[in-house]
């Protein structure tokens, strides 16, 4: 198969820059280049497997652990000790700003890790020094050490057994940046750079950005695992869907994020396209402000739950391809409860608990929409003009309230909303990742707990589950969990989205990641 | 003519004055802080904050602030992008071109093809070619271009796949920033696949350049054709006439010149509307330039680049209107003084 | 009846000034068509409550992207189709009409007053103030209309409300402009110097003298002001910043079903189609009054 393309390839009409890049019509700025600092998906996109790597990765067919810049792993008996074995001969990226001096080792894991760790740590305050991912989770807390046994071995110790750590060490966030590089920015007095003229050890290079135009990477030729196929990689930021599709279908893109759900009929059609499949372990939810009142009353957010038909959103804006969500976890998760029963469409009840907590008619909230397209919530712009369509049959009235995509971020952290229709998608296949940063109350400080919910008691019951190793035990747990949250309703879970990806036919190699960003390193393209 | 170039230049200062007072104001007129609306600087503490009024003046009075201000923009100190912390004049320069390119090519287009036409429909004065040039310029004319470079689109590529839809020139040709013209760009670089380049950004610029071009040449066809309907029914025309000389000559001795002449100024005044309309062509096109760039500010409520976006197209709208009228002047010192254009 | 409207002797009939122009807009069966289909218009701005079939905002999620009836699988019930939240898009660009050509009409009506009253003021006036408000007019046209009303649109933040202001106050300047030159011409004529020699007072002479004679080239101008209106309002919603997605405003309405360009290209082409009509309508109505009117003045 390999043999024929690249055969094609030679007799091809196609001046060789043309076949020698890819470019990838992506949805969205990217908020920096470090993953560690942003939770966003697109920032993942652009870096977390472009330009770096991780010591463990997930494997996206098996979802399996696999070994990374840690070539092995090994978990003492109590679960405390976590020892890796780092890969030997891995090369840093060289660029105009950076040439590497020395391979991969212990340092740049110490580095990496005592970065978001330690509040003294000379880098921790560089670029906002926010690191939502960890504080989510809480993991600088859970960790109590990382230590250098020597060049390629490091040794982190726990304070308790978590069963989802190795898990957390392999997403998006968990990347590795160079030592040597962060000392040669802090000796020139700036820092910041390593976060936006980026250096890792991943399969392509960082070569420039233009805002909200493109981003251009080039091939790393010293990359450590299978070499690149392509000389250059094109990130088009194209936010609108219907351009990405348009792009698709006139060939200036290679592959596309997130095409839209109504549009995936065409792409089928189109023999020199495909569309790939694969359901994704995201929710898309409705999140209520706790913190404003009338939203801080449970009954409120009951009734304004009843309000809404689910299935008419799911067909309205995901076109079928998505389940109907009863509670937090998608049904592809092991921890996934079968008889969770959701809340269902009851506009008349709605109306009684409205009345019975005294909102009165003509009551006036916002719903915030995010102004781009998540995979869990592909047009949240409709999806909040239906519901202002369903409020209003239970007397309120519904503002639609929308920023560009920072702005939006910035100002949701800064709980200005009402409600807002959002969405997570995880980042790795443990249940934890979907129940504490959306809703423990260390995620508010980080921003992922868009409902500023938080109950000691919920977060209680989420951190013993994390003691226990064996899936069914665990399982208890999430279940006492989820009828805190059935009762609260903090956010109303809406759907679970399929996760779909489409591109040219002439590139292969190109899947689906279930967790987080997407993969171009194994990417090949024929002609 | 020496007292007719202090009188432009008197205009040009008293213009600039006017557009530089109300780029000032906008920095009051705008939500939030009128420091960082003006700098781009959001200052980390009260210190910085005290600093950075000093330094732009904004601890004396209102008068004092402009004169503070004029001389920053005069040294390139236009403020920092609020939402990409460049400075706001470096964006200026890399996104201007790209529209003054596209703006360039579709005048010069809209002319070649206007002018023609219209004296074709002028000399056949409400004949069947007149009627087919003047419904087919008012449709032209009629056409919201954002709904023409959508059809375009949907037409040319994505139905029939002739011509890319978007951007200046495919990603994968990395073209090194040198005049920020595309196409010399491409000649000035010389990279081994120049060739190829320059086909790909000639086919970027059809669609943009054609939907400017649909609309402009149409009010270029009715202003062209009026002007030779009245230079045609003129009694100098007709005496030329009586003299027996053919039509081929009296259009060539008299009406030529007499007929281009007074529509020159009315052509350069629609260099705003054509500017207009390459800003909103390049959302549709996502065409690198001005205007998307401009739209993006506003979204991101970036202050900073709004003001600075907005002095640069004016400060393009005064000059080259400006200079124009004095070229046209040189040409034809008899012209009147102040034309202004009517469709 | 008949014998009595007869005439005795033969008499030399001149029809008034309007009457004239109407005489000689009528011989042109163009500019009657743009009449009748801006007449058209007007109904639908007037009555689209009664005519439109649905409620243009009334979501009907069974009937998602409806091709319009002459597509083989459209409905007749929904003659134009629906859009992707189930509207009814005929309904929908018979208000988004309503909306974009009433509101372009309105906003052409008050900067017309506006720059009637301060163009007569400039045109009138002498000396500095004058002059200075002149070389301001000029430096305000040099900027495009557009420009000006997006810059106001960052100042006041998005909406319909805020985009009205801004065409308004954008439209402004050139009126002001065209009175002041067209007063300036009119001051200079013998019939008002002769008015001025009766004694007539500043203000008389331009109520009774100027302004009647103004009339018809103002309305002339209002066309020409209402087709850019129409596309600066459509061209702010196109740009997402005027009216909002749930307005049924024709440009918010492009670039709404720009989404779906693909799927459901009706979605573009039918409001862009009635934008067109509209802006055809009035310019043929424009183009026909002006001719009539430089026919008149010729003869």
Avoid at chain 2, 163 to 171: D, E, K, T
Avoid at chain 3, 23 to 40: A, D, P, R
Avoid at chain 3, 291 to 299: E, K
């Amino acid at each position: 198969m390999l043999i024929v393309a690249v055969t094609g390839c030679s007799e091809g009409p196609i001046s060789a820059s043309h076949a020698d890049g890819v470019i990838y019509c992506s949805e969205g700025d990217p908020g920096g280049f470090n993953p560690q600092l942003d939770t966003s998906g697109t920032t993942a996109d652009a870096a977390a497997h472009q330009i770096y790597d991780r010591l463990i990765e997930f494997d996206p067919d098996t979802n399996n652990i696999v070994p990374a810049l840690a070539s092995s792993w090994v978990v003492s008996a109590d679960g405390l000790t976590y020892t890796f074995q780092l890969r030997r001969k891995v090369s840093f990226q060289k660029t105009p700003y950076f040439t590497p001096s020395r391979y991969f080792n212990a340092d740049d894991v110490l580095f990496s890790f005592n970065r978001w760790r330690e509040f003294d740590h000379p880098y921790h305050n560089v670029s906002g020094g926010i690191y939502p991912y960890f504080v989510s989770l809480g993991l600088e807390h859970f960790i109590e050490s990382v230590k250098r046994i020597n060049g390629y071995r490091v040794e982190i110790k726990l304070r308790q057994p978590d069963s989802s750590f190795l898990a957390n060490l392999a997403t998006d966030f968990a990347v590795i940046l160079s030592e040597e590089y962060a000392q040669q920015e802090l000796v020139a007095g700036t820092p910041e750079n390593v976060d936006n003229l980026p250096i890792g050890t991943g399969p392509f290079k960082f070569e420039s950005y233009r805002k909200t135009s493109h981003i251009r990477y080039r091939r790393h030729e010293r990359y450590w695992g299978e070499p690149v196929q392509f000389e250059k990689l094109i990130f088009d930021i194209t936010p609108s869907r219907s351009i990405r599709l348009a792009k698709l279908l006139t060939g200036e893109c290679d592959a596309i994020a997130f095409p839209g759900h109504s549009d995936l009929d065409i792409i089928q059609q189109k023999t020199n396209l495909v569309l790939d499949e694969k359901p994704g372990l995201n929710i898309g939810y409705w999140a209520f402000n706790t913190l404003k009142p009338p939203f801080d009353n449970a009954l409120m957010r009951q009734a304004l739950a009843m309000a809404i038909d689910k299935d008419t959103l799911i067909n309205a804006v995901y076109f079928g391809s998505a389940v109907r969500a009863k509670g937090i976890l998608p049904p592809t998760s092991w921890a996934y409860q079968k008889n969770l029963r959701g809340t269902s469409y009851n506009p008349v009840k709605a109306r009684e608990l409205l009345d019975e907590i005294g909102i009165q008619p003509g009551f006036t909230m916002d719903i915030w929409a995010i102004p781009i397209e998540r995979a869990y919530n592909p047009n949240s712009m409709k999806m909040a003009e239906l519901i202002q369509g369903y409020l209003q049959q239970v007397g309120i009235k519904v503002n639609i309230v929308q920023y560009e995509w920072t702005t939006f971020r910035r100002k949701l952290r800064e709980g200005l909303h009402d409600s807002v229709l959002i969405g997570w998608n995880a980042d790795s296949g443990d249940p934890d990742n979907f129940y504490r940063p959306l809703f423990s109350c260390a995620a508010i400080v980080s921003g992922t707990n868009r409902a500023n919910w938080c109950s000691k008691e919920y977060d209680d019951l989420i951190d013993q589950a994390l003691r226990y190793t064996d899936p069914q035990e665990r399982r208890l747990f999430y279940q006492l969990a989820n009828s805190i949250l059935q009762e609260e309703m903090p956010l109303v879970p809406i759907a679970h989205a399929y996760r779909y990806q489409a591109h040219q036919q002439h590139i292969s190699g190109f899947k689906i990641n279930p967790f987080g960003g997407v993969r171009f390193g194994q990417v090949k393209k024929s002609q | 003519m020496m007292s007719y170039l202090l009188r432009r230049l008197n205009l040009l200062v008293i213009t600039a004055f006017i557009v530089t007072v109300a780029s000032f104001a906008l920095v009051y007129l705008f939500p939030g802080d009128p420091l960082i609306n003006l700098t781009g600087i959001v200052p980390a503490n009260s210190e910085a904050y005290a600093q950075l009024q000093q330094e732009y003046a904004f601890d004396k009075n209102l008068f004092m602030q402009y004169v503070h201000y004029i001389q920053e923009i005069y040294q390139g100190n236009w403020g920092l992008s609020i939402s990409s912390h460049n400075s706001v004049l470096d964006e200026i320069l890399l996104f201007l071109p790209a529209t003054l390119e596209l703006s360039v090519y579709a005048l010069v287009l809209s002319t070649v093809i206007g002018i023609p036409l219209g004296f074709w429909a002028g000399l056949r004065y409400q004949r069947p070619v007149d009627y087919g040039i003047l419904s087919a310029s008012l449709l032209g004319y009629s056409l919201p271009v954002f709904w023409l470079g959508l059809i375009l689109i949907l037409f040319f590529s994505l139905n029939l796949g002739w011509l890319p839809m978007s951007g200046r020139i495919s990603l994968l040709y990395d073209i090194p920033h040198y005049s920020g013209f595309i196409l010399l760009d491409i000649l000035h670089s010389g990279l081994a696949e120049s060739q190829a380049a320059m086909q790909d950004a000639v086919n970027h610029l059809i669609l943009p350049t054609l939907s400017i071009t649909i609309v402009t040449s149409s009010i270029v066809i009715r202003i062209t054709r009026r002007s030779v309907t009245e230079v045609m029914e003129s009694d100098y025309i007709k005496a030329a006439t009586a003299r027996g000389l053919s039509r081929g000559q009296i259009l060539w001795r008299h009406g030529l010149r007499n007929t281009l002449l007074p529509i020159l100024p009315q052509l350069v005044l629609q260099f705003t509307a054509l500017l207009t309309n390459a800003m909103i062509v390049e959302v549709i096109f996502s065409w690198p330039g001005i205007g998307n760039w401009l739209l993006q500010a506003i979204y991101q409520q970036d202050f900073p680049a709004i003001r600075g976006g907005m002095l640069a197209v004016s400060a393009v709208v005064i000059i080259f209107t400006l200079s124009m009228d004095v070229l046209l002047r040189l040409i034809n010192p008899l012209k009147d003084r102040d034309v202004h254009g009517t469709i | 009846m008949f014998m009595a409207r007869s005439k005795l002797y033969i008499e030399e009939h001149y029809p008034s000034p309007l009457k004239h122009t109407w005489n000689e807009f009528q011989k042109s069966h163009v500019s009657l068509t743009g009449l009748w289909l801006l007449c058209i218009f007007l109904v639908i701005v007037i009555f689209a409550p009664g005519l439109a079939p649905f409620d243009p905002n009334k979501q009907q999620v069974d009937i998602l992207l409806l091709p319009p009836s002459w597509d083989s699988s459209g409905s007749i019930q929904y003659l134009f189709g629906t859009d992707s939240l189930g509207r009814d898009l005929l309904s929908r660009v018979i208000y988004g009409s309503r909306v974009t050509l009433g509101i372009s009409i309105l906003l052409v009506l008050i900067s017309m007053l506006i720059g009637l009253t301060l163009g007569a003021f400039a045109g009138m006036g002498h000396g500095l103030r004058s002059s200075i408000l002149n070389h301001f007019l000029d430096s305000i046209m040099v900027i495009p209309t557009l420009l000006i009303a997006i810059i106001i649109v960052a100042i006041l933040g998005t909406g319909l409300w805020n985009c009205m202001l801004a065409i308004t106050l954008a439209l402004i300047p050139r009126f002001i402009h065209i009175t002041r030159n067209m007063v300036r011409a009119e001051c200079n004529k013998e019939y008002v110097t002769a008015a001025r020699l009766d004694g007539a007072g500043r203000v008389r002479i331009l109520f009774d003298s100027i302004l009647p004679n103004m009339i018809e080239n103002l309305v002339v101008q209002g066309t020409f002001a209402l087709s850019a209106a129409i596309l600066d309002i459509s061209a702010l919603g196109f740009l997402s910043l005027g009216a909002s997605a749930t307005t049924p405003e024709l440009g918010s309405m492009l670039s709404d079903g720009m989404e779906l360009a693909y799927v459901a290209p009706w979605s573009i082409a039918l409001p862009g189609c009635a934008i067109l009509l509209m802006l055809v309508a009035i310019n043929l109505v424009g183009d026909g009054l002006r001719s009539s009117l430089r026919h008149r003045l010729q003869h």
